[in-house]
């Protein structure tokens, strides 16, 4: 039946071609945005979560800033402190030449006093952006801001490097000083030759050749001081000989020091300047509260033992180098505790350098890492919203081909009506 009131072919034309114009825009849109899911519209989740991702990496990318201004801040940290270890190897050097016989010592003590304060300028030098991890100003951890880690449930909690300060200053040390009060000796050090004597004349005995010695550290309270001298030592020269010579090792005990740690005390001083300025012969070493002396080198030695009280302890202070501050080879006794000290503050500075590098090494990872992630994330979000331009293209072809026939159909459809007035003439 035809009708010039109801035009069915029309009307199923005209929704075929609504339909292929709203596929067209969509597809022109996404040409046009290069996205697929452009806003909520498009779809709801997809839009949310990509979104949600999108806000994680701009987040990165302020983490990647953090990341490197620490990084930068632990390098010059760490490089300070290899260049305070270099510094403190050379004035080792100068200490070692102070323990040989006929030096002069006070130009060791000026290019030492020029070492500390050059190595005092590192130390202020050594800042980022104001922030200065090695001069003991604090002693809180810095924290590097590394993540933001979402759970499942949508919680961000932000993450941290700590990196501890290590503190290389040089000042704050005090000096030892030996008391000259009375103890009862044979309670505090026993071992060689006769009872030795109390705060006064130092007692010897003889150590002979291919023999030992062993000295107890009986008791231990703060202020005591602990003396053993060595007589008849073949020393090292400044010209290349040697000479007959003795040196006094002194250890003054602190309020947590015990009778194993004055022992080795002792026997690390002793060691130190056996090594640095004798031709072999003779070591030192330690076992719980007893330093044992052995004599190799073709003649007999003599030592002496003598304790005292009110003396008071050296130490570094809350800095790390302080005892740079009080470090002297001015005299044989001072020369012979600076080789011992000096070890230790190597040993300092060469372990803030490895923890610094250690941190400064997993900043970098981190920051590496975070890097790829924020690729990784990009990656994910333009899967799940940009467009496929090669369907895009492809369907943009089919559509306006569908437009074209669709126009086509619907003209067609028009004339219908118009067909109707030949059934009338």
Do not use: C
């Not at 030996?178 to 030795?196: C, E, H, K, M, R």
């Not at 994330?377 to 369907?391: P, R």
């Amino acid at each position: 039946m035809s009708s010039i009131l109801t035009n069915t072919s029309a009307m199923v034309a005209l929704q075929t071609l609504k339909g292929i114009n709203s596929g067209l825009a969509k597809t022109q849109s996404e040409i046009s945005t290069g996205k697929t899911v452009a806003s909520a519209k498009d779809n709801a989740a997809v839009w949310a979560i990509s979104k949600v991702m999108e806000s994680d990496v701009q987040g990165f990318t302020g983490i990647s800033d953090s990341l490197s201004l620490g990084e930068a801040t632990v390098a010059v940290a760490r490089k300070a402190s290899e260049s305070i270890t270099d510094l403190l190897t050379k004035m080792k050097g100068k200490i070692v030449a102070a323990q040989e016989e006929n030096v002069d010592r006070g130009k060791l003590q000026t290019d030492i006093k020029a070492l500390v304060d050059q190595i005092g300028t590192v130390v202020g030098a050594a800042q980022f952006n104001g922030l200065n991890l090695i001069n003991g100003s604090s002693t809180t951890d810095v924290k590097v801001l590394s993540s933001l880690d979402r759970s499942s449930n949508g919680t961000v909690a932000a993450s941290h490097i700590a990196v501890k300060r290590q503190t290389l200053a040089t000042t704050g040390g005090t000096a030892q000083i030996v008391g000259t009060g009375t103890v009862t000796a044979a309670d505090y050090l026993s071992g060689i030759g006769t009872p030795i004597t109390e705060g006064g004349t130092l007692t010897t005995g003889a150590i002979a050749d291919a023999g030992s010695a062993t000295i107890t550290v009986g008791q231990v309270k703060a202020g005591a001081g602990y003396e053993i001298t060595l007589e008849d030592l073949v020393i090292n020269t400044a010209g290349g000989g040697t000479a007959t010579g003795s040196r006094t090792f002194q250890y003054v005990a602190g309020a947590n020091d015990g009778t194993a740690e004055v022992a080795s005390n002792l026997a690390s001083q002793i060691n130190s300047f056996f090594g640095a300025a004798t031709g072999g012969g003779y070591a030192a070493s330690f076992a719980n509260n007893v330093v044992t002396i052995n004599n190799t080198s073709g003649a007999t030695i003599n030592a002496g033992l003598k304790a005292t009280d009110g003396g008071t302890a050296g130490g570094s202070g809350a800095a790390g180098l302080g005892a740079l501050s009080t470090l002297s080879v001015t005299t044989t006794t001072t020369a012979t505790a600076a080789l011992a000290a000096i070890e230790g503050l190597i040993k300092t500075s060469v372990d803030a350098a490895a923890a610094f590098g250690s941190v400064e090494d997993r900043i970098a990872t981190q920051n590496d890492f975070i890097s790829n992630l924020s690729d990784a994330m990009k990656t994910g979000i333009g899967v799940l919203v940009d467009a496929d331009m090669e369907e895009a293209s492809a369907r943009l072809q089919a559509l306006q081909t569908q437009q074209q026939l669709g126009i086509q159909a619907l003209s067609i459809a028009n004339q219908q009506p118009q067909n109707i007035l030949s059934l009338f003439r």
